[in-house]
């Protein structure tokens, strides 16, 4: 009997222990899908207040170029010398943004930083086509930079004949007389799609490590559009005026420091036998497309974002923003378990 007794207390410590565990386990799920929940709606919060303040910022640059433009200093002629050509280093956002204008302990710590960039102070792949086809003289300027870069010359036809291809898909179709398809039709249903940012030529057959490099040379926009001389690097003046080699292209960046150009009849002078190259069609000194880089950090969250915009005259609108978000390895953790996509 006393064996018997022992033997259900036994079982019953057991059983008393197993309930235990299993409520631990319930309780430590139910835990950490709460921190989960929590952590999720954390960065949700800090996501949208980090996209409402960018959008504040691109904003502020949209006006900053708009009130550049209708002042008209320097004769409408864009430099590197004017408030937008200025960086943004990291700046303190976090008085600014609280209530009571104070910073308190356990606030987050906001930063924000940017630039504006002369997008036509880079070579537009644009410029390869003309009337819809390879231009063998925008060829032969990007072949110079290429040169210049140390890059494969080889890459250049093949993306001059992706981007032809490209533009004949997105331009719109013409039917011919007497009913049928377009020769072209086969051509263009395998062509690629037109890319809308310099990040995407590698779908033109740009190897990654080339696009890397040209980067800070080359930009893509809707149009045709010259390089301003007033903002070009000395890489880009060398392919972009005949008869120009290095030397000569880091002479005018030295000259243009010490003043800008008001006009191109300006730089001719300026530069004397070296000016004549400069034609009207290829270069100008003022620009209508600009690049907005902006970088927001929230405690360990860090936001870039990248925006194009086109001014024409008082008007200034974005044409793309595109973004990326970095952070936090707690947060980081808990968004890899979300199945829900980022807005």
Do not use: C
């Not at 003289?137 to 890059?151: I, P, S, V």
């Not at 030397?247 to 150009?261: K, L, M, N, T, Y």
């Amino acid at each position: 009997m006393k064996r018997q007794n022992t033997m259900q207390r036994g079982a019953a410590l057991l059983s008393a222990m197993v309930v235990v565990a299993l409520v631990a386990t319930i309780a430590s799920a139910a835990l950490w899908q709460q921190w989960r929940q929590v952590e999720i709606e954390t960065a949700e919060r800090g996501r949208s207040q980090t996209q409402w303040m960018m959008t504040g910022a691109l904003d502020w640059t949209r006006l900053i170029l708009r009130e550049d433009a209708l002042s008209g200093q320097g004769g409408n002629a864009d430099h590197l010398g004017e408030p937008w050509a200025l960086p943004v280093q990291e700046s303190k956002l976090s008085t600014f943004l609280s209530q009571d204008q104070q910073w308190h302990e356990g606030d987050s710590e906001v930063f924000l930083s940017g630039q504006i960039t002369d997008a036509q102070s880079r070579m537009n792949v644009m410029t390869l086509l003309e009337n819809g086809r390879v231009s063998p003289e925008a060829l032969a300027r990007f072949a110079k930079l290429f040169q210049r870069l140390d890059l494969p010359v080889a890459q250049l036809p093949v993306l001059a004949a992706r981007l032809q291809q490209a533009a004949a898909r997105s331009a719109p179709a013409t039917a011919p007389a007497g009913g049928g398809s377009t020769p072209s039709s086969t051509t263009s249903a395998d062509a690629p799609l037109m890319p809308q940012q310099t990040s995407q030529l590698v779908w033109l057959g740009l190897s990654a490590d080339s696009l890397s490099v040209l980067a800070p040379y080359i930009t893509l926009l809707p149009v045709p559009t010259p390089v301003n001389l007033n903002t070009a690097s000395a890489p880009v003046l060398e392919a972009m005026v005949p008869g120009l080699d290095a030397a000569g292209a880091s002479q005018w960046v030295s000259q243009r420091e010490r003043g800008h150009w008001a006009s191109l009849d300006a730089a001719r002078q300026a530069l004397g036998p070296a000016g004549r190259g400069i034609d009207d069609k290829l270069h100008s000194v003022n620009s209508a497309y600009f690049e907005v880089r902006g970088r927001m950090r929230i405690d360990q969250v860090v936001q870039e974002e990248l925006a194009l915009v086109q001014r024409d005259g008082g008007q200034v609108r974005m044409l793309w923003r595109v973004r990326s978000a970095s952070r936090s390895n707690a947060r980081e953790a808990a968004l890899a378990t979300d199945p829900r996509p980022l807005q």
